[in-house]
């Protein structure tokens, strides 16, 4: 580690304003080691447009159907706003969450990145680990190490980038840290949740699964600012207040509540969606795609209870964090 603290002073020092972050853009050379590489003109002007800085806190998005990479950065207001979407150059395995170590699956779900997580020596250019597994997946014995995004363009399980890519990427985050952002958050999903997305893989093995993603990614798409993520009853949850009841991975979720500035534009989204996805399965039938009355509704019913779609892995107690794997250490790709 004390390489990465005396990285983490670097990139302190070298979080400059925006006019002298130009200057040194404009300036680079070949001398400038690539972690340490400055934001680029365009982006410091994209930054300006939207109304934020380079030190502002971020957040990312990941959609595999459409290889598509978001950033968003944090105005003034506490919304978000996008301030650039990347190419995905390679991703592995299929649509679907990750399950154990060696399936090539690029994870699903929800993740943090913290400062240790960034690789500024990785053999694949540059990387940061997005924290796989996380609490939701360690309570359901899942396992696998280093999952990344990475330049080379070349991915077991990773999202991988195009080198010059990854550089932008790299040193929007290392901005935002030298910032105070002490960790964001990067939700990767199968695709864009849309209605007619999800009446497409309605059939799919996956989609109680997707259902769960959906509602984190709707909390999102209503207000644009970044979801509180809890896990508990082996599912996700999002926005929960609970007045101080803890969420356990493993254990039932505690009465909790949705706040009305989310849960009223939520409740009038998801009528539209459900309203939309209906009418996509009808066309999806209508054309011999989908067999009637194969699809779920896009929503589950409060009253159908606990979401039992996920059992914990081999090996895993439900009752206890015996036999979870400890927080993966600092990625070494």
């Known amino acids: 580690m004390a390489f990465w603290h005396s990285f983490r002073r670097v990139a302190v020092r070298v979080a400059v304003p925006a006019a002298a972050a130009a200057f040194l853009s404009s300036c680079q050379t070949t001398d400038v080691p ?25 957040y990312v998005r990941v959609f595999k159907e459409e290889s598509v990479f978001e950033i968003w950065k944090r105005r003034p207001d506490g919304t978000y706003a996008l301030l650039k979407t990347y190419a995905i150059c390679a ?55 280093n999952l990344m995004v ?28 030298a910032g105070g952002q002490r960790q964001f958050q990067i939700h990767a999903f199968p695709f864009r949740m849309t209605p007619q997305n999800m009446a497409r893989h309605s059939t799919n093995a996956h989609f109680a699964f997707w259902q769960m993603l959906k509602e984190g990614y709707d909390h999102f798409e209503v207000t644009r600012t970044v979801p509180e993520v809890e896990v508990c009853d082996f599912r996700y949850v999002f926005d929960a207040q609970s007045g101080g009841e803890r969420f356990e991975p493993t254990r039932p979720c505690p009465a909790y509540t949705i706040p009305d500035r989310i849960a009223f534009p939520l409740e009038a989204q998801r009528a539209a969606d459900a309203a939309a996805y209906d009418m996509a ?10 067999s009637a009355g194969a699809s779920p509704p896009l ?26 794997p400890a927080p993966l250490p600092r990625p070494t790709p």
């Not at 997005?130 to 609490?135: F, H, V």
């Not at 990475?150 to 840290?177: L, P």
């Not at 929503?299 to 964090?321: E, K, N, Q, S, V």
């Open 281 to 290: 399965v009808a066309a999806l039938v209508a054309s011999g795609t989908l």
């Open 34 to 58: 690539a972690y340490l590489a400055p934001i680029t003109t365009a982006l410091l002007q994209q930054m300006e447009a939207i109304g934020t800085t380079p030190i502002a806190p971020i």
């Open 150 to 177: 990475h330049g080379a363009c070349s991915s077991a399980g990773c999202y991988s980038m195009t080198d010059e890519s990854v550089e932008e990427i790299y040193a929007v985050v290392r901005e935002a840290f």
């Open 91 to 145: 991703w592995s395995g299929e649509l679907g969450p990750k399950i154990a170590e060696g399936d090539r699956q690029a994870p699903e779900g929800f993740y943090s990145v913290g400062p240790a997580q960034l690789n500024p020596n990785s053999s694949y250019h540059l990387s940061f680990n997005i924290g796989y597994p996380n609490t939701f997946d360690r309570s359901l014995g899942r396992t696998g190490s």
């Open 299 to 324: 929503f589950r019913d409060p009253m159908d209870g606990p979401l039992t779609a996920f059992a914990p892995g081999p090996g895993i107690d439900p009752t206890t964090t015996a036999g979870i």
